[in-house]
């Protein structure tokens, strides 16, 4: 079962406007990470929010987490063509052994017009 | 440093056939996943290996098998390919398990079972 569903599943903006990407998750977490992914390639880390943390900036990202509502918001401002890719929130809900394993959700494409 | 490197790209399989899928890292991590993803879904985890010689089963791990010899290599093994094992493998690693240490990703190898 996935632990983190995105939302939308795919978004289409022009260039210059600001993205934003929801994850929902069903158990508590202790972090939550953001990969990207470019069409045919392999994942890339984007930012980790620990579950004691509201909000975290990394230059054009913006990543918030609400545990209450147990769900998490990736804004990518200013956004570039560059920035066209699939989106993946991954959560940490469950424990193998001694260690923690991703589950990752279904991802947004995003789609950024020149 | 190359990172995570997987081997082969691309593979055509008839049913029934076997193959051998090589991840190699060169960051000394102790941990190293296998995960496969199919269209419209997020990663699911096949394996995964805490360290030289120990592996675990995942999400998904019928019809898989791995070994973990050296501590830079992973190997995704399938014995006897079917159809609905046709999709994008990716293998990935990490520092360690504990989830606020991001999981580094290989370009991904491409199977497609006839």
């Known amino acids: 079962s996935q632990q983190g569903e995105e939302d939308p599943q795919a978004l289409s903006i022009q260039e210059g406007e600001n993205a934003t990407m929801n994850c929902s998750y069903k158990t508590s977490i202790n972090n939550l990470q953001w990969y990207r992914q470019n069409s045919g390639r392999g994942l890339v880390h984007l930012i980790l929010i620990r579950s004691n943390e509201r909000e975290k900036h990394s230059g054009r990202l913006r990543v918030t987490l609400d545990t209450s509502k147990k769900s998490s918001s990736l804004l990518i401002t200013a956004s570039r063509a560059a920035d066209t890719a699939s989106y993946f929130c991954a959560t940490d809900g469950h424990r193998m052994d001694s260690s923690y394993k991703l589950i990752f959700g279904s991802g947004t494409r995003l789609l950024v017009r020149p | 440093n190359a990172g995570v490197t997987q081997t082969p790209k691309f593979r055509v399989l008839k049913t029934g056939q076997s193959m051998t899928l090589l991840c190699a890292q060169d960051m000394n991590h102790e941990y190293m996943y296998w995960y496969r993803q199919d269209p419209g879904m997020g990663l699911r985890l096949i394996h995964y290996?805490?360290?030289?010689?120990?592996?675990a089963k995942g999400e998904v791990p019928d019809g898989y098998n791995v070994s973990r010899l050296k501590k830079q290599n992973f190997l995704l093994g399938l014995e006897s390919a079917a159809p609905s094992q046709t999709s994008v493998y990716f293998c990935?690693?990490?520092?360690?398990?504990?989830?606020?240490?991001?999981?580094?990703f290989g370009p991904g190898t491409r199977l497609t079972v006839l």
């Open positions: 290996s805490v360290g030289e010689g120990t592996t």
């Open positions: 990935a690693s990490s520092y360690s398990s504990l989830s606020y240490n991001e999981q580094f």
